[in-house]
Every structure is written in structure tokens, then in C-alpha cells.
């Protein structure tokens, strides 16, 4: 079956009569077009019968792929959409009983408002509607995230002789994503993370203007995005030589990594891989220092389905894609995350990143 006509067997199934979805991954997945999130109302709609149609700002009409065989309702910013939009309705056959599916974590109170305004108020989540589309990559989809991993190891590669302590958090950042531009990422897929340091204790933390000592252990987390398909790794590497204790927490969420990627095959649970790499990091006394799931889909969102967590009984399938990267937080101290793209083959598990693991020490 084609996108569409698995999406239409989606509403049937689910009992949805439309779905109606604004700028983002699922809007992109369905259409092959990239819109972005603005002022101006971008709407993909479908009805259970198979029926799609678009609705767009004038001024992206000529971004349609020839090959959609859409019809598409534009407006101009002058008239603004409320005509186009009960236009692009009234083909989608949406009336007052309708049970229209939206992604709740998408559309904003922006497209709800616009939606209204034309009556269609019948509006409920149905986010594993296009979940169940996304969940499974298809070959495709694979190559394009392989690719996508290739650059970030690459650009890592030849980011590290350029590194030396005393360099801030924001300079490494820089190289590092200009070394992905250069080997043809499209951008980034979120903020790249350089956290030295105490600041590593920061699973999150955005790079600053510190700058890193003699000794640090810093993570760096960072991505790249092929045709809007998103690569993710993290590594921790050393500014000169760390700690003992630095090196001990090291290799402890190494090896926690490196059993949860080991254990992975189509047939486990996400809470089992989840539980693979939470028990070598418990049992090594440091279970109250990582504090996130172990990981995360990965596709044209960087974070999807499915969440390898502890309360997630899914059933890992082949064409799934999800990170495995468990850290340990020292707070005020240091931390350290590895991580790893895999993908669920009908055999085994194929990791896709694929950059050295051992405590690289650089910058002496």
C-alpha cells in the first residue's frame, strides 16, 4: 500500500473520519514537502475514503511536487485563508459530526483557532495515527538515516584535531557543525550540545562561552539531517588526561551502552533494552544518576517512537530506529552519555553510527 492508502486504513481502523496535520514531520512524511512552522496557515488534510487535500500560502503553491496529484487551496496575505480554508473543508467533506484526528503535540492553538472558525470543532488526538505510518522505516528511510549517521561521524573526526583546551563550549560547537555542513547536512536537527565539565552534568545543556579545562570530560551530542532525516550521537571525550574517577564512570556507562546495544533484536520489549542498560549502571551504584529513558526514535523527528523506557512494553520490530544512550550525572561535577543509532533488522540489530567508543583524550 502506498502512505496514503495505509493513512486511510489507519482512520477506518481507528473510527477517525479525517486527518488534518500542520507543518512537521508528519506533514513532510505524507507529502514530500517541507513546511515551516509560521504566521501563514499550512494544512495537510485526508479523509478516511483516501481524499487529501492541501491547503497553503500562495507564495508556496509552486513547492508542490508535480507528482503529489493533490488539489491544493491557496490563499494570498492580503485576503488571508478563511475562504480557501472552508474550500479546502467542504473537499475534505468535513461537517459538524465529523471526528477530525489532530497530533496533539503539534498543532498549535493557531490551526485549532483557524479550524473552528470554519466549524470544524470535532477535533481529537490521534497521534498514533501517523505514528503507526512513521514507526516502521522503509528501505529508504534507512539509507537516508545511514547517510545521515555517516556524517556525524565523519564531521567528529575531523573536529578532534582541532580541539585544544581552553577553546569554549560555543567554539567546539561551531566546528563541529560546520565540518557536518561541509560534508552536505542540511542543519541541525536540534541544538548541539558541548557541556564541559560540570556543565556535562547538564543532560541538556546548550554549549556557552565557558571554557574547558585541563581535564575535563565534555559530551558532545550532536546531529545531522539528510533530506529531513535526523542522525543523533552523542560521545564524551577528555581535555587532557581525567580522573580516576572520571575514567571509572566512563567506562560503567560504556559498558551499559554497549549491553543494551548487544541485547537488541526484533522480538525484545523497549523496556527490556531499557532495563539492560539501567541494571549495569544500578548495580555499579550510580542508578540515581541517569535520569532520562535510554532512548529514542528516530526519523524525521529526532525524537519519535519509539521510547525505549522502562514502562513501554512495545514489541521491537524490524524497520524500527530509536538511540540507546544511557549517561551517568554527577551533579556540579561531570557527566557522561554515549550513544548510538540502531536500527531492528529481521536478524539482528545494525547499528548506524559508528565512531570509535574508547575515551578519546585530545587537546594536550
Same mark, same amino acid.
Given at each position: 500500500?502506498?502512505?496514503?492508502?495505509?493513512?486511510?486504513?489507519?482512520?477506518?481502523?481507528?473510527?477517525?473520519?479525517?486527518?488534518?496535520?500542520?507543518?512537521?514531520?508528519?506533514?513532510?512524511?505524507?507529502?514530500?514537502?517541507?513546511?515551516?512552522?509560521?504566521?501563514?496557515?499550512?494544512?495537510?488534510?485526508?479523509?478516511?475514503?483516501?481524499?487529501?487535500?492541501?491547503?497553503?500560502?500562495?507564495?508556496?503553491?509552486?513547492?508542490?511536487?508535480?507528482?503529489?496529484? $493533490?488539489?491544493?487551496?491557496?490563499?494570498?496575505? +492580503?485576503?488571508?485563508?478563511?475562504?480557501?480554508?472552508?474550500?479546502?473543508?467542504?473537499?475534505?467533506?468535513?461537517?459538524?459530526?465529523?471526528?477530525?484526528?489532530? +497530533?496533539?503535540?503539534?498543532?498549535? $492553538?493557531?490551526?485549532?483557532?483557524?479550524?473552528?472558525?470554519?466549524?470544524?470543532?470535532?477535533?481529537?488526538?490521534?497521534?498514533?495515527?501517523?505514528?503507526?505510518?512513521?514507526?516502521?522505516?522503509?528501505?529508504?528511510?534507512?539509507?537516508?538515516?545511514?547517510?545521515?549517521?555517516?556524517?556525524?561521524?565523519?564531521?567528529?573526526?575531523?573536529?578532534?584535531?582541532?580541539?585544544?583546551? *581552553?577553546?569554549?563550549?560555543?567554539?567546539?560547537?561551531?566546528?563541529?557543525?560546520?565540518?557536518?555542513?561541509?560534508?552536505?547536512? +542540511? *542543519?541541525?536537527?536540534?541544538?548541539?550540545?558541548?557541556?564541559?565539565?560540570?556543565?556535562?552534568?547538564?543532560?541538556?545543556?546548550?554549549?556557552?562561552?565557558?571554557? %574547558? +579545562?585541563?581535564?575535563?570530560?565534555?559530551?558532545?551530542?550532536?546531529?545531522?539531517?539528510?533530506?529531513?532525516?535526523?542522525?543523533? /550521537?552523542?560521545?564524551?571525550?577528555?581535555? *587532557?588526561?581525567?580522573?580516576?574517577?572520571?575514567?571509572?564512570?566512563?567506562?560503567?556507562?560504556?559498558?551499559?551502552?554497549?549491553?543494551?546495544?548487544?541485547?537488541?533484536?526484533?522480538?525484545?520489549?523497549?523496556?527490556?533494552?531499557?532495563?539492560?542498560?539501567?541494571?549495569?549502571?544500578?548495580?555499579?551504584?550510580?542508578?540515581?544518576?541517569?535520569?532520562?529513558?535510554?532512548?529514542?526514535?528516530?526519523?524525521?523527528?529526532?525524537?519519535?517512537?519509539?521510547? %525505549?523506557?522502562?514502562?513501554?512494553?512495545?514489541?521491537?520490530?524490524?524497520?524500527?530506529?530509536?538511540?540507546?544512550?544511557?549517561?551517568?550525572?554527577?551533579?556540579?561535577?561531570?557527566?557522561?552519555?554515549?550513544?548510538?543509532? %540502531?536500527?531492528?533488522?529481521?536478524?539482528?540489530?545494525?547499528?548506524? /553510527?559508528?565512531?570509535?567508543?574508547?575515551?578519546?583524550?585530545?587537546?594536550?
Amino acid at each position: 500500500m502506498t502512505k496514503w492508502e495505509r493513512l486511510a486504513h489507519e482512520l477506518r481502523l481507528k473510527e477517525y473520519t479525517h486527518l488534518i496535520v500542520g507543518p512537521g514531520a508528519s506533514f513532510a512524511y505524507l507529502t514530500g514537502m517541507t513546511a515551516h512552522v509560521s504566521e501563514r496557515l499550512t494544512l495537510f488534510g485526508m479523509n478516511a475514503d483516501g481524499h487529501a487535500a492541501l491547503l497553503l500560502p500562495k507564495l508556496e503553491a509552486s513547492g508542490v511536487p508535480r507528482s503529489l496529484q $493533490i488539489h491544493v487551496y491557496t490563499y494570498s496575505d +492580503e485576503l488571508g485563508p478563511v475562504e480557501a480554508l472552508k474550500a479546502f473543508a467542504s473537499d475534505l467533506g468535513v461537517h459538524q459530526d465529523s471526528r477530525v484526528g489532530i +497530533e496533539s503535540g503539534h498543532m498549535r $492553538i493557531f490551526e485549532e483557532h483557524a479550524l473552528r472558525q470554519v466549524g470544524i470543532t470535532h477535533l481529537v488526538s490521534a497521534d498514533e495515527v501517523p505514528m503507526a505510518l512513521r514507526l516502521i522505516k522503509d528501505s529508504h528511510e534507512v539509507a537516508l538515516l545511514q547517510s545521515a549517521a555517516q556524517i556525524v561521524d565523519a564531521a567528529l573526526t575531523s573536529t578532534l584535531p582541532l580541539l585544544k583546551v *581552553g577553546m569554549t563550549e560555543l567554539e567546539v560547537a561551531a566546528e563541529l557543525e560546520y565540518q557536518m555542513r561541509k560534508l552536505g547536512s +542540511e *542543519g541541525t536537527p536540534f541544538g548541539t550540545i558541548v557541556g564541559s565539565g560540570p556543565r556535562g552534568a547538564l543532560p541538556h545543556g546548550g554549549p556557552t562561552t565557558k571554557q %574547558i +579545562e585541563q581535564g575535563e570530560l565534555v559530551v558532545l551530542d550532536y546531529g545531522a539531517l539528510i533530506a529531513g532525516y535526523a542522525a543523533d /550521537t552523542t560521545r564524551t571525550i577528555a581535555f *587532557g588526561e581525567p580522573s580516576i574517577e572520571a575514567r571509572k564512570v566512563y567506562d560503567v556507562v560504556l559498558l551499559a551502552q554497549e549491553t543494551a546495544v548487544d541485547g537488541v533484536v526484533a522480538g525484545i520489549t523497549a523496556e527490556d533494552v531499557d532495563e539492560l542498560a539501567r541494571t549495569v549502571i544500578t548495580e555499579a551504584g550510580y542508578g540515581d544518576y541517569f535520569t532520562h529513558r535510554t532512548g529514542h526514535g528516530l526519523g524525521l523527528d529526532v525524537h519519535e517512537y519509539p521510547s %525505549i523506557m522502562k514502562g513501554n512494553p512495545l514489541v521491537l520490530t524490524p524497520g524500527m530506529v530509536f538511540t540507546i544512550e544511557p549517561g551517568i550525572y554527577l551533579p556540579e561535577r561531570f557527566g557522561v552519555r554515549i550513544e548510538d543509532d %540502531i536500527v531492528i533488522t529481521e536478524d539482528s540489530a545494525q547499528v548506524l /553510527t559508528q565512531f570509535t567508543k574508547d575515551l578519546l583524550i585530545v587537546g594536550d
